[in-house]
């Protein structure tokens, strides 16, 4: 089974440009986060899904964030325009929900998409 | 969700076993302790949960106190590769919308 595929894994932009991360959740998985890990820190959460519903984004910067979760299968999240704060890895993860055993709230990490901005 | 705090580093010598701590002394009653890690470059990676009973995957062991205030992850014999950030979560596992919250972990060092 095919695991969380994020793309890019790498990203170097000048400020002020836009950028869109795109992930590929586990085929069958109902929910999908989006978390930002700065260096030295755990991973924040930026956004969650259940299916195509974005049901937490508080955390979200909504002025130059966005994402989406078309068919609520894969997602994208973009920046625009991006400042220099915003470097970090961006992770993307997804569970399949819906029970209380280990297939159902082991939350499932992608390798995440470096972003430097510069 | 309940806040939980580690150590900040923690040194392990090859083949013996790693004893991770946690706090999680405001733990509510419906939130099971999670256990990840995450290797350099790499995405957090599931060890172990549980609730109140101690539990033991091929990963590792999971030691939660009576009083459920603080949990113990146990690698049993730890090697190179077990190198990496250990973070402890406290969450509602069953049913609704939940979030994986994560502090700033443990970084784990093996030592040959």
Known sequence: EAGVVQS?????IEKKQPVAFWCNPISGHNTLYWYRQNLGQGPELLIRYENEEAVDDSQLPKDRFSAERLKGVDS???????????????LCASRRGGGQGRMNTEAF?????????? | ???????P??????????NLPCNHSTISGNEYVYWYRQIHSQGPQYIIHGLKNNETNEMASLIITEDRKSSTL????ATLRDTAVYYCIVRVASGGYQKVTFGTGTKLQVIP
């Open chain 1, 8 to 12: 890019p894994r790498y990203k170097i």
């Open chain 2, 1 to 7: 969700d309940a806040k939980t705090t580690q150590p």
């Open chain 1, 109 to 118: 990490f992608g390798q995440g998409t470096r972003l430097t901005v510069v």
């Open chain 2, 9 to 18: 580093s923690m040194d392990c010598a090859e083949g013996r076993a790693a």
């Open chain 1, 76 to 90: 994208t999240l973009k920046i625009q325009p991006a400042e220099l704060g915003d470097s970090a890895v961006y």
């Open chain 2, 74 to 77: 146990i690698l049993p014999h």
